[in-house]
């Protein structure tokens, strides 16, 4: 019998927020729903984050963003993964996010975004849309 290979997610917190509840939560909820998660921690650089996915080889990269900085924060993870060779990763955002920004981080590529309503059932659904 044929094992299949676990989706592999990275959950990363860009920038100098020190909120980590959140994603912690979901790290440990996607992790509940069978998937396999790296959970890179606070305070981490897009330089950091786009480095860390490509290292561990990741499906997903859901970044949790809660203070305000999500378009540049975004934009950087983007072209930091697109540099680095993983622009084809999945990218998804989440946290404290306008509802009038959400078309313009799903123009520059992100894939779903997440506010503080989400339940881990439907972002883990969402993701195993999208990678079946």
């Given amino acids: 019998m044929k094992s299949q290979k676990k989706v592999r997610v990275l959950i990363a917190k860009p920038g100098l927020d020190g909120h980590e509840r959140g994603a912690r939560v979901l790290s440990y909820g996607l992790r509940d729903e069978g998937f396999e998660v790296i959970y890179a921690g606070l305070r981490q650089t897009p330089e950091q984050i786009a480095a860390a996915a490509i ?44 509802e009038e920004d959400m078309p313009t981080l799903k123009k520059m590529g992100v894939a779903g975004v997440f506010t503080s309503g989400a339940t881990i059932k439907e972002i883990s659904e969402f993701i195993r849309s999208r990678l079946s």
């Fill in 55 to 98: 290292q561990e080889d990741v499906d997903v990269v859901g970044l949790s963003i809660l203070s305000g900085a999500h378009l540049a924060m975004t934009s950087r993870v983007i072209e930091n993964l697109t540099g680095l060779g993983g622009k084809d990763i999945l990218l998804l955002v989440g946290g404290v996010i306008p």
